[in-house]
């Protein structure tokens, strides 16, 4: 998946998700000039968030559930 799929699937702002690329906090390899994001890692990834927070996104649930429906 994108940073662009993952902005819409957590409701993180894509800076907040290249920020966190950057740091090493989320896996993504780059093809191209995108990021390529697991499903799996970007479900860890929303959760980790969630549980982080002082960050303004959806529950994790609803991210999981974009993503299981348009991304697996």
Not at 23 to 29: F, N
Not at 37 to 62: F, L, N, V
């Amino acid at each position: 998946m994108t940073t662009k799929d993952l902005e819409q699937a957590t409701g993180i702002v894509r800076q907040t998700i290249y920020n966190h690329i950057n740091r090493g906090w989320l896996d993504a390899r780059m093809i191209g000039s995108r990021y390529d994001i697991a499903p799996g890692e970007a479900i860890q990834w929303a959760h980790w968030c969630w549980m982080r927070g002082g960050i303004d996104m959806y529950p994790p649930e609803a991210a999981e559930g974009f993503i299981k429906h348009f991304c697996i």
